[in-house]
């Protein structure tokens, strides 16, 4: 089976725009996670997707907000980008109580 | 949330066993513990998880003390490749709590 994919790898945007990134889970998994990672706070839940709804919220601004699609792939979406928001972006997926698997991540920065 | 405490760093010497400790004293009769980890430029990596007993895998085993408070992560022969940020979450299957990541364990491997 293939892994989680994300995309882009690799992002930057200036301060104010707004991102969308994606994120495809490995087949058969309908339960997809996002986190944010940097230096100073590690990995920071975002939220979590299970059959196109949101299933849990990790404590961040409304600026992030997220989607899944029928076919479990996701998107996670930051509008009025800030500085602070340069970051790497990891989506997961699951399925049942197993492990997550992580995609490689998307490379965020904002200038 | 359940919490787990992980010491910040630790060091091993190359092909030696290594041992990775973990407490979560308020570990819920249904949680499972999980363990993954991030090597350097990469997402985190599902390593093992387990309830009660003890578990093995390809990668590492897992020793869950009696009172499930505390819980070892065991690579029996590290490698340099073995390098990472070790991750110790609990997570319940059949309660759709988020994951919460703590800061881990930096394990160095000195060759």
């Known amino acids: 089976k293939a892994g989680v994919t994300q995309t882009p790898r690799y992002l930057i945007k200036t301060r104010g725009q707004q991102v969308t990134l994606s994120c495809s889970p490995i087949?058969?998994?309908?339960?997809v996670s996002w986190y944010q990672q940097t230096p100073g706070q590690g990995l920071q839940f975002l939220f979590e997707?299970?059959?196109?709804?949101?299933?849990n919220k990790g404590n961040f601004p409304g600026r992030f907000s997220g989607r899944q699609f029928s076919n479990s792939r996701s998107e996670m979406n930051v509008s009025t980008l800030e500085l602070g928001d340069s970051a790497l972006y990891l989506c997961a997926s699951t399925t049942g109580g197993r492990g997550q698997f992580f995609g490689p991540g998307t490379r965020l920065t904002v200038l | 949330d359940a919490k787990t405490t992980q010491p910040n760093s630790m060091e091993s010497n190359e092909e030696e066993p290594v041992h990775l400790p973990c407490n979560h004293s308020t570990i819920s009769g249904t949680d499972y513990i999980h363990w993954y980890r991030q090597l350097p430029s990469q997402g985190p990596e599902y390593v093992i998880h387990g309830l009660t007993s003890n578990v093995n895998n390809r990668m590492a085993s897992l020793a869950i003390a009696e009172d499930r408070k505390s819980s070892t992560l065991i690579l029996h022969r590290a490698t340099l490749r073995d390098a990472a940020v070790y991750y110790c979450i609990l997570r319940d299957p059949h309660r759709d709590d988020k994951i919460i990541f703590g800061k881990g364990t930096r394990l160095h491997i000195l060759p």
């Open positions: 997707y299970f059959s196109e709804t949101q299933r």
């Open positions: 087949s058969g998994h309908r339960s």
